[in-house]
Every structure is written in structure tokens, then in C-alpha cells.
């Protein structure tokens, strides 16, 4: 029966003559494709001394930011954690005292903010359910480890330091009209 | 006594006469039931005062059908017979109800994300479907500093919406009068006089019956967000006559971090709590656990989906609470 396409391909067993057999030509062949290659441009990096730049959006580990006087601006609302679909966050708050105006924004703060690495799945809906404006995900990645506990980042790890500010302005656009 | 017929959003109910609009439409019950932020049914003399509850009665009665020339409060005008009222089908009502919500929250500061109440409260609730998450308000509001009233309750008078609920409470539920209005129209400020602490057996029933969170627990103050707690109906023989042993407990894995009055599909509390089983008894050996207590599916409460949890976990707790 004719085929309805023309895709598949006829097979036939006849002898090869002894030119054929000796593979020469289609030897070279590959050996041109592969001596093409080598002055083509290189698609992989020296990683830990090169890297890629990356998209100003991306969303790799959080941050905890902190406003212009450097008072923590999460308030521990709980939003993100049931925003969360991987359950990765976990916080305790705690009521600011008198004289730790500077260093918290609001009334309540965070006392323990964790998120489990190994569960997040960074689709940043903490980062949209935030009313406070204090978790971000950034352009950096959690760096790996051999050790489950050191995927749970505290906030040692994730609130902002105030001598490397993060900018976030990339990631506003969508609010700045 | 005589039954009278009422329509209400185009649904007949024969009800009790000197019955108010509200408790007619709670009657019929589900979407048609205006909501109430002052009004509180176990409390003698509330309502009238925060207009969240106004409808359009579109004929008065059977005898004299003409329509009442203004949105009246449902809380406190009386049906009669062959009156027809509209609530959700009237535009008119909902336009009204969205500027008192915009104008209950004039002076309501935004502080959700802080407030021990967020997740049960009514004001954010009317907000909510109001679509009122920002305000147009652009002037200082009013502001009073967060004050303790007595050992277990937290005033934040910023909150307030002088609803009149806890002083009702005070004066009725309590014995002895212990707080009340202090100051008129914008002035007016929740207060105990002369900063006396509220230390009555029942005047912990004021965090309840507060529909925001001007009044919150102090003893539950900042300890979770209501959404990840587990709330249990749990029951104890109380010494106090008056008290009802019913309440519940909000619970995280084995402790009880808060516990409250039961409250009904209309969130009121018909059966109060004494202090001591409200801030004294938070272990759970005091209590007998009935089961999960039940909230609406669209409330973020049920986020937690403790109801689903597998009931060998709620045997444990019972287990435990023997011991």
C-alpha cells in the first residue's frame, strides 16, 4: 500500500561495494562537522570563575528587606507562608519593645522567620502576597550544601544587611507608572 | 402570636410580629442577610449606630404599600405585614453600604498585617467585598496610643469603630459597670474610667463581641495569625452559675494558645464564657475536646484544613487531655 506521507523511509539490503565498505567518505564527513565545531563560539562557561548575567526578575533565594533607616520592614502578617504552596514558610512573632523603633518598622516583627530551601519552589507568591513590602526573591542562588539543615535559612541569612542593600526597583517596574 | 408575611430580596418568610428586618432576614439566612457591625442580638438596646445594616423597604405594609422615602436600618425598624424589602437586589443599598464601609474605615487605621483580629474580622470583610483595600482618606487620622486594660485586654483605640457592643457587654453581662464612651462625636473614645483595670468574671466577653480589633487577648497577643491556628469546640464543668463551659480553643499541635466563646453563623456569642475559662484554663487536661469546630469554607481559616486532618490525631488529643 502507498504510504500517505512521505516520511517514512524504504529499507533495502543490497551489497555494499567494497568503496562503501571501507567508510571512508562518510569518515570524513564527521570529522569536518567535528573540526567545525571546534572554531565555532563555546555554548558552556568555566562556571565558578565565569557566570551568566542574570534576568533582573529572576527569582532565586529571598530577602528580607529592610526600609531607608534600616528598620526590618516585616511585620510577621503570615501572608506568605499562606500564600505559600510548598509550605516552606514558617515565622514566630514577637511585640517590639520600647527602643527598638530602629530596628523594627512596625508593632510586631519577626522574631523567627525560616524558609526551607529544599521545599521552596520560588514562584514568588510570597513576594506578591507581601503587604509590607519586606520579602523579595532575588537574582542569587541558594548555594548547595551537603547538609539538609543549612537548606533552612534564618533570618542571619535572609534579612538584608545594611552595608549590601539590594536593589529591588527592577523588580517594581510593574508598580512605578 | 400572630405570624406577618415579609418579602425580603423577593423570598417569602412568615415571622413573629415586633421582629426587626435583620432577625427576619437571619431567618431565611445565607447571602440575603445584611450584614451587622453593631448590632449584637444578645445584647439589650445595640444596633442603630454603624448603618452596615441598611436596606430598602420598597412597600411598608400590606395596608399603606408606599415605599419608605430612605434606606432605614434593618437592625432596628420593625417589619410589618406585606412589607417588601430589598437588601442585595437593590443597587441603591449596595452603593450606600460601600460608602459607610469606606467611611467606617476613615479612621480605621490599615494595620491588618499587625492586628491579632485580622482573618475574623468584619470590617475586613466588609472591606473585602466592598473592594475596599485602599483608602481615599488622605488626612491625619485619629490616634491614640495602645493602652492594656487590665491584665487580659488589649485596647486599640485606633481600631475602634464605637460600635457600643463592649459596653453593653460591660453593663449587662458583667456585674458592676466598668467601662464605657468616653466623649462625643469624633472625641468619642472606648475607656475604663480613670484607667480602672476591667477585672470582672465576665468582662472578658468584650474581645468577643468586638467586631474589630480595637479589643484583643492578651494572653493571645502576637502568639499566631488565627489562620494557622486549629480551632476545637471544647466543653468544661464550670464553678460559675453563669458561665456555659462551651467555648473554643484555638490550638496549635497539643497547646491551647487562645479560647473563645462559641460563636453562631452570624457570629454572635448567645452563650458567654467566664474569665477563668477564657484566660486561666489553657491546658488541655481542663478541657473535654468535642472535635474541629466548624467555619465557613470561605473564611482563610479554613485554609488550615484541620477539619481534614485524620481523626486518630484528635483521638490523641483527647488521649492526652485524660491523662
Redesign the interface.
Known amino acids: 500500500m502507498q504510504s500517505l506521507t512521505n516520511r517514512s523511509k524504504v529499507v533495502s539490503n543490497k551489497q555494499m561495494s567494497f568503496a562503501e565498505r571501507t567508510y571512508l567518505i562518510p569518515i570524513i564527513k564527521g570529522m569536518m562537522i567535528t573540526l567545525k565545531h571546534l572554531f565555532k563560539k563555546k555554548v558552556t562557561l568555566d562556571y565558578p570563575k565565569m557566570t551568566r548575567p542574570m534576568a533582573p526578575v529572576y527569582r532565586g533565594k529571598h530577602i528580607l528587606k529592610r526600609d531607608l533607616n534600616g528598620a526590618e520592614n516585616c ?5 506568605c ?2 500564600a505559600c504552596p510548598a509550605e516552606a514558610i514558617t515565622m514566630v ?3 517590639r519593645k520600647k527602643g527598638e523603633e530602629k530596628l523594627y518598622k ?3 516583627y519577626a522574631a523567627i522567620y525560616e524558609i526551607n530551601m529544599l521545599r521552596c519552589i520560588f514562584c514568588g507568591l510570597c513576594e506578591e502576597a507581601c ?2 513590602e519586606a520579602i523579595f526573591l532575588t537574582d542569587e542562588i541558594v548555594k548547595p550544601s551537603d547538609l539538609r539543615e543549612n537548606f533552612i535559612y534564618g533570618k542571619e541569612l535572609l534579612v538584608e544587611k545594611m552595608d549590601h542593600r539590594y536593589d529591588i526597583t527592577k523588580r517594581q517596574k510593574h508598580l512605578i507608572k | 402570636m400572630a405570624l406577618i408575611k415579609v418579602t425580603i430580596d423577593g423570598i417569602e418568610i412568615e415571622v413573629e410580629e415586633g421582629t426587626s428586618i435583620l432577625n427576619a432576614a437571619r431567618q431565611i439566612g445565607g447571602n440575603i442577610v445584611p450584614p451587622a457591625m453593631c448590632y449584637y442580638s444578645s445584647l439589650k438596646g445595640s444596633g442603630g449606630k454603624c448603618r452596615t445594616c441598611l436596606v430598602k423597604v420598597a412597600a411598608g405594609s400590606a395596608k399603606d404599600p408606599r415605599p419608605m422615602p430612605k434606606l432605614v436600618a434593618s437592625c432596628s425598624t420593625m417589619v410589618m405585614d406585606g412589607m417588601i424589602v430589598e437588601n442585595t437586589s437593590n443597587q441603591d443599598v449596595v452603593d450606600a453600604r460601600k460608602s459607610i464601609v469606606e467611611m467606617l474605615l476613615i479612621n480605621h487605621p490599615l ?4 492586628c491579632d483580629q ?1 482573618g475574623e474580622c468584619s470590617l475586613q470583610d466588609l472591606g473585602y467585598e466592598h473592594g475596599l483595600a485602599k483608602t481615599r482618606y488622605e488626612f491625619k487620622r485619629r490616634t491614640f496610643e ?1 493602652t492594656d486594660i487590665g491584665e487580659h485586654v488589649k485596647l486599640h483605640m485606633n481600631r475602634c469603630i464605637l460600635c457600643y457592643r463592649c459596653v453593653y457587654t460591660a453593663d449587662q453581662i458583667s456585674e458592676g459597670r466598668c467601662h464605657g464612651v468616653i466623649g462625643r462625636g469624633d472625641h468619642a473614645e472606648i475607656s475604663t474610667y480613670l484607667e480602672k483595670s476591667i477585672d470582672n468574671d465576665f468582662s472578658g466577653n468584650v474581645i468577643d463581641v468586638c467586631p474589630v480589633g480595637a479589643l484583643t487577648d492578651r494572653t493571645f ?5 488565627v ?2 491556628t486549629n480551632p476545637m469546640d471544647i466543653s468544661r464543668k464550670c464553678d460559675n452559675p453563669k458561665c456555659c463551659g462551651k467555648a473554643v480553643a484555638w490550638m496549635s499541635e497539643n497547646t491551647i494558645l487562645r479560647i473563645t466563646a462559641r460563636k453562631d453563623q452570624n457570629s454572635e456569642v448567645k452563650e458567654f464564657i467566664c474569665n477563668t475559662c477564657r484566660f486561666e484554663k489553657k491546658e488541655v487536661s481542663d478541657w473535654t475536646i468535642e472535635g474541629p469546630r466548624h467555619i465557613d469554607r470561605h473564611s ?1 481559616i479554613s ?1 488550615n484544613h484541620y477539619e481534614l486532618k485524620p481523626k486518630h490525631a484528635f483521638k490523641a488529643l483527647e488521649n492526652n487531655a485524660k491523662q
Open positions: 511585620t510577621a502578617c503570615g501572608l507562608a499562606v512573632a514577637a511585640e512596625e508593632e510586631k503587604p509590607k | 494595620d491588618c498585617p499587625v485580622a495602645s497577643r502576637f502568639k499566631s495569625r489562620w494557622f482563610v485554609q
